[in-house]
C-alpha cells in the first residue's frame, strides 16, 4: 500500500513486564523485530516510533513529546508519517495479522478521521488502528492540555469508524490471537511460539 505510512510504537516503559520488552526473543527474534517482519511489506514508509534515547537497528524516528505515553507517540508518529494515513502497532503483538491494515483500509470513507477495532465489550484498540493527519491539530491541542487517555482524544473527533473485532474474527479475516499482547512475563511464557 503507497498511500498509507506504517508505525510500530517501541517507546513504552515496560513497566509491567520487568524490561524492555521490545528486545525480548520470541523465537529467537525480538518483539520488534517480529512485528517489523510481519508489517514492512505493507508500506514503503514503515519506522519505529521510539524515545530519543533508544537505538535500534532499524528506521526509527525519535519521540517529539516526553512523557505523554502512547499518545504522544501517535501524535509523533503522525507528524513524521509521509502519507496522510498512519497505521499504529504496538510492538508486542507476537501474533499480529497482517491482513487487519486491509481491513481497516476498506473502512476509510472521504470524512473518516480514525479507524478503531472494538471488542463487544466496548474496550477499544487504538495501539493497532488507522489515523489521518487531519487529527493532529486537535492531537496536539490535547496533549498540551495534559490529556493523555486515548479514550479521550477519541471523543474529540467527529468521524472514529469502530470495525467489530469479533466480526472480523468470526469471518476468518484475522485469527482469534491477533490483538494477543504480551504486557507481563506470564504473558510471554503462554506464547505457543515461545
Known amino acids: 500500500m503507497t498511500d498509507l505510512s506504517i508505525a510500530i510504537l517501541c517507546g513504552g516503559d515496560s513497566s509491567r513486564f520487568g524490561e524492555d520488552k521490545t528486545l525480548v526473543e520470541v523465537d529467537g527474534v525480538p518483539l520488534y523485530k517480529l512485528v517489523w517482519s510481519k508489517l514492512e511489506k505493507k508500506s514503503d514508509d514503515v519506522f519505529l516510533q521510539i524515545d530519543p534515547k533508544d537505538e535500534y537497528d532499524l528506521p526509527a524516528r525519535p519521540d517529539l513529546v516526553s512523557e505523554t ?3 504522544g507517540a501517535i501524535y509523533s508518529a503522525l507528524t513524521h508519517a509521509e502519507h496522510d494515513w498512519l ?8 501474533y499480529l495479522d497482517t491482513r487487519i ?5 476498506s473502512e476509510v470513507e472521504s470524512e473518516t478521521e480514525a479507524v478503531i477495532p472494538r471488542w463487544k465489550s466496548g474496550y477499544l484498540e487504538p495501539l493497532t488502528a488507522l ?19 486515548i479514550t479521550d482524544f477519541l471523543d474529540r473527533l467527529d468521524e472514529v469508524k469502530e470495525v467489530s473485532v ?6 476468518g479475516k484475522i485469527p482469534p490471537d491477533c490483538f494477543y499482547n504480551v504486557n507481563t512475563q506470564e504473558d510471554l ?3 505457543d511460539i515461545y
Open 69 to 71: 505515553g502512547p499518545l
Open 87 to 94: 497505521f499504529v502497532s504496538a510492538c508486542d503483538l507476537p
Open 101 to 105: 491494515v486491509e481491513e481497516l483500509y
Open 131 to 149: 489515523y489521518h493527519k487531519s487529527v493532529l491539530p486537535r492531537l496536539k491541542n490535547i496533549l498540551e492540555g495534559g490529556t493523555r487517555k
Open 166 to 171: 469479533e466480526g472480523l474474527i468470526e469471518s
Open 189 to 191: 511464557e503462554d506464547l
